[in-house]
């Protein structure tokens, strides 16, 4: 028996068992209820929100409330899209003080410089699955066999879903195994699951028609919510670019550099994040991509493969500030997952990609918002201010606050 609570320790609730329950507030409200009596914990906050319990059916099970996320507003941001030219203010939700001010601060630098071009070059998403042979004569007979297959494969995946549309199969051997790249176009969703329903209906067919002994529908070989090489390399989601260049005299009156030492930072840091074997190079994509993911209802462990990019600085030839990011593998969408839900929905809103049609403005918007955070950190770091800054903004103790604190907190201000 349990100590604190009277239960049999490994007791199952009738409230938690294994079949995904959701039920009415007053359901939820009596699960909330067991797990507070069960923990000793108060709930109150957690059961204090906006959430219409039957709407999170397929996002969650064993529902007891909502985690709150302090959300803040960055801008003005203006993104030059391939779609429209605007102004957008960027919703971030996140705990890490200084960071929606870092971000506004490479926003408004950026606007005034004329704004930030972005561009979706891929979009796309992918999974990997793979294909067991007894040795290396049959799986390369798998191999030389696939094309000839493709167009009854493409019948058999999409006929899985209305959204999802098999692009094209990529295999690679490895020994006696062959791992299939299966691309699709999965329109504004996410749609990792849509791929994966679409996919293990095609491997299925696929064994009837191969010396395969086995698949596995899901190997982690498209670094779906991991970091790496094939990340890197992109077709993990939307690739997308963004650029901008900003005037020298606008650089040093509001970040207190010069190009050239925005250019040496970034030598001295790419130097050692290569000797920490890092994929790519990047001052803190991840930091705005998670804060963008929070708020938009975003599949958050995605930042994984989302942050794997690289950020470039150089000199215009009248002496400027060039700097542009590639994100190779975003992966983002504006249906289905969590989109629809209340606060993400809004946010979407806020940003104009609410819904359909909303994914490739989003994903641009993305880019130019981790175009604008990388800016910042990087004169931050330039600058030595990155400390300061951090001490000002990041403190959530103000009776510590001393007139130093205050005083690096009006040294790092930017003034819009």
């Keep these: 028996m349990s100590q604190r609570t009277g239960h049999t320790v490994g007791s199952v609730?009738?409230?938690?068992?294994?079949?995904?329950?959701?039920?009415?507030?007053?359901?939820?409200?009596?699960?909330?209820?067991?797990?507070?009596?069960?923990?000793?914990?108060?709930?109150?906050?957690?059961?204090?929100h906006s959430l219409d319990t039957e709407s999170v059916r397929g996002n969650i099970e064993n529902l007891i409330g909502a985690a709150q996320t302090p959300l803040g507003i960055a801008g003005p941001l203006l993104v030059k899209g391939e779609s429209s030219e605007r102004v957008h203010y960027v919703p971030l939700a996140t705990t890490e003080g200084a960071l929606v001010r870092s971000f506004e601060r490479g926003m408004v630098v950026l606007t005034r410089s004329g704004g930030?071009?972005?561009?979706?070059?891929?979009?796309e998403n992918s999974i990997t699955p793979v294909f067991g042979f007894d040795g290396i004569v049959a799986a390369s007979s798998f191999v030389q066999t696939l094309p000839d297959l493709f167009d009854d494969v493409r019948m058999v995946a999409e006929a899985t879903t209305r959204h999802g549309k098999l692009v094209r199969l990529e295999p690679r051997l490895i020994g006696?195994?062959?791992?299939?790249?299966?691309v699709y176009h999965t329109a504004d969703a996410h749609g990792m699951n849509m791929i994966m329903r679409a996919t293990d209906a095609?491997?299925?067919?696929?064994?009837?028609?191969?010396?395969?002994?086995?698949?596995?529908?899901?190997?982690?070989?498209?670094?779906?919510?991991?970091?790496?090489?094939?990340?890197?390399?992109?077709?993990?989601?939307?690739?997308?670019?963004?650029?901008?260049?900003?005037?020298?005299?606008?650089?040093k009156q509001y970040l207190r550099v010069t190009p050239i030492m925005m250019l040496d930072m970034w030598?001295?840091?790419?130097l050692g994040q290569a000797a920490a074997n890092v994929a790519g190079y990047n001052g803190h994509l991840a930091n705005g991509l998670?804060?963008?993911?929070?708020?938009?209802?975003?599949?958050?462990?995605?930042?994984?493969?989302?942050?794997?990019?690289?950020?470039a600085f150089d000199l215009t030839v009248g002496g400027d500030l060039y700097i542009n990011v590639t994100l190779p593998s975003l992966t983002v969408g504006t249906v289905g997952g969590g989109t629809h839900l209340a606060t993400s929905h809004e946010c979407l809103g806020m940003l104009g990609?609410?819904?359909?049609?909303?994914?490739?403005?989003?994903?641009?918007?993305?880019?130019?918002?981790?175009?604008a955070g990388e800016l910042s950190m990087g004169a931050a770091i330039a600058s030595g201010e990155m400390a300061a800054a951090h001490e000002a903004y990041g403190r959530n103790r103000p009776e510590e606050r001393n007139p130093v604190h205050r005083a690096a907190a009006a040294e790092v201000e930017v003034r819009v």
Excluded at 116 to 123: A, G, L, P
């Design 176 to 182: 006696r195994d062959v791992y299939v790249r299966f």
């Design 290 to 311: 998670t804060a963008l993911f929070i708020a938009c209802g975003q599949d958050v462990a995605n930042v994984a493969n989302a942050a794997t990019g690289l950020t």
């Design 116 to 123: 930030v071009t972005s561009r979706v070059i891929i979009d």
């Design 13 to 48: 609730s009738p409230t938690l068992d294994l079949v995904p329950r959701l039920g009415s507030p007053g359901d939820v409200a009596q699960r909330r209820k067991w797990v507070a009596e069960r923990t000793d914990t108060a709930l109150g906050h957690v059961g204090h």
């Design 353 to 371: 990609c609410a819904g359909t049609g909303g994914a490739r403005r989003f994903a641009e918007i993305a880019a130019a918002t981790v175009l």
């Design 267 to 270: 030598h001295r840091t790419m």
């Design 202 to 251: 095609a491997c299925r067919w696929l064994m009837t028609r191969a010396a395969a002994r086995r698949y596995y529908v899901i190997t982690g070989a498209c670094s779906e919510k991991r970091s790496g090489g094939t990340a890197l390399a992109g077709g993990k989601g939307k690739t997308v670019v963004a650029e901008a260049i900003v005037p020298a005299f606008l650089l």
